[in-house]
């Protein structure tokens, strides 16, 4: 079975302080793309970062970063210089060629504290 | 200008009754998707269609039935709602149905069935 797993369910992290955010997955695929979603209080879901799978630089946009271990199938995104925006529900996913769909796992509570 | 918009943005019906969920995308993407996020935040795909046809089918009631008129508008009808229903509901949409392409998402709606 193809599973994204988020083993920490809520984690807290001090405002200008960096957070790293744990996910595993499993897949047989080689063609898949990894993903993290951000969900504020609001609501909305929001693209933070994307790995292309056969890529082996990890990506980064602006204080957000990922650590891609493909042998070990981890996928952690890291939070540098943490905001108090940065407070909320984060979603690791990945998307495989397989079934052409986004496997979200059960997401992780972020909090800052000011 | 909202890329992807769904409405209502709430809904509260009484058990039994017929409700519809409309989602439109400006973005010019060509496939559209529902997801189905649980009291206890889990996302889960429920369809997903690509120039109006329907790609993804999940183990979803016969209760809930997708219409995309183009490929702009995925619109979703639940009939004979029951309690187990309520739930937020995304709207999302992407350039293609390949993992390269990542998904925009709707503000949600929140059903809520009495």
């Known amino acids: 079975a193809q599973t994204v797993t988020q083993s920490q369910p809520e984690m807290s992290v001090q405002e200008a302080e960096t957070v790293t955010l744990s996910c595993t997955y499993d897949?047989?695929?080689?063609?898949?793309?990894l993903f993290w979603y951000k969900q504020p209080p609001s609501r909305q879901m929001i693209l933070v970062i994307r790995?292309?799978?056969?890529?082996?630089q990890n990506a980064t946009e602006n204080r957000f970063s990922v650590n891609f271990q493909k042998a070990a199938k981890s996928f952690s995104l890291k939070i540098s210089d943490s905001q108090l925006g940065d407070a909320a529900m984060y979603f690791c996913?990945?998307?495989?060629?397989?079934?052409?769909?986004?496997?979200f796992g059960k997401g992780i509570t972020l909090s800052v504290r000011p | 200008d909202t890329a992807v918009s769904q409405t209502p943005k709430y809904l509260v019906t009484q058990m039994g009754n017929d409700k519809s969920i409309k989602c439109e995308q400006n973005?010019?993407?060509?496939?559209m998707y529902w997801y189905k996020q649980d009291s206890k935040k889990f996302l889960k795909i429920m369809f997903s269609?690509?120039?109006?046809?329907?790609?993804i089918n999940e183990t979803v009631p016969n209760r809930f039935s997708p219409k995309s008129p183009d490929k702009a508008h995925l619109n979703l009808h639940i009939n004979s709602l029951e309690l187990g229903d309520s739930a937020v509901y995304f709207c999302?949409?992407?350039?293609?149905?390949?993992?390269?392409?990542?998904?925009?998402f709707g503000n949600g709606t929140r059903l809520t069935v009495t």
């Open positions: 999302a949409s992407s350039h293609s149905d390949r993992g390269n392409s990542p998904l925009h």
């Open positions: 897949t047989s695929e080689s063609d898949y793309y």
């Open positions: 790995q292309e799978a056969y890529k082996q």
């Open positions: 996913a990945y998307w495989t060629g397989a079934n052409s769909k986004l496997t």
């Open positions: 973005l010019g993407h060509d496939t």
């Open positions: 269609y690509n120039n109006k046809e329907l790609i």
